[in-house]
């Protein structure tokens, strides 16, 4: 097993239905706009929308599953299955946070080979 946390599997596949430029396209699109879909999640939290908390996890959880980004797909998963957090606790979209950030270096480095 690796420490990577893309699973490279799940990412040569996509790779190899897409084409290498289509998904480098599909990452960089969803590394523009997976910090979108953060803000949202808090937003809804800090707005005590439940659905809608569930509704950005589960985009993120969904974007992450389809590249192998399996760290930040499963938090994603904790999040939009666990309950709202209590206002101002950003603790599970901070987490978030830090796993995109590291699944975005290692999908950039994916694709700038």
Same mark, same amino acid.
């Given at each position: 097993?690796?420490?990577?946390?893309?699973?490279?599997?799940?990412?040569?596949?996509?790779?190899?239905?897409?084409?290498?430029?289509?998904?480098?396209?599909? /990452?960089?699109?969803?590394?523009?706009?997976?910090?979108?879909?953060?803000?949202?999640?808090?937003?809804?939290?800090?707005?005590?929308?439940?659905?809608?908390?569930?509704?950005?996890?589960?985009?993120?959880?969904?974007?992450?599953?389809?590249?192998?980004?399996?760290?930040?797909?499963?938090?994603?998963?904790?999040?939009?299955?666990?309950?709202?957090?209590?206002?101002?606790?950003?603790?599970?979209?901070?987490?978030?946070?830090?796993?995109?950030?590291?699944?975005?270096?290692?999908?950039?480095?994916?694709?700038? /080979?």
């Amino acid at each position: 097993m690796t420490d990577s946390p893309i699973d490279h599997e799940i990412f040569m596949e996509l790779k190899d239905a897409t084409g290498e430029d289509f998904a480098a396209e599909l /990452v960089n699109t969803f590394l523009d706009e997976a910090p979108g879909m953060i803000d949202e999640l808090k937003a809804a939290a800090g707005a005590a929308d439940a659905d809608r908390y569930r509704r950005a996890a589960h985009s993120i959880k969904s974007n992450a599953n389809t590249f192998g980004a399996i760290a930040l797909a499963e938090r994603a998963r904790k999040i939009e299955l666990g309950d709202l957090p209590e206002a101002g606790d950003l603790t599970d979209a901070t987490a978030l946070e830090t796993d995109l950030t590291i699944a975005a270096a290692a999908l950039r480095s994916l694709i700038d /080979v």
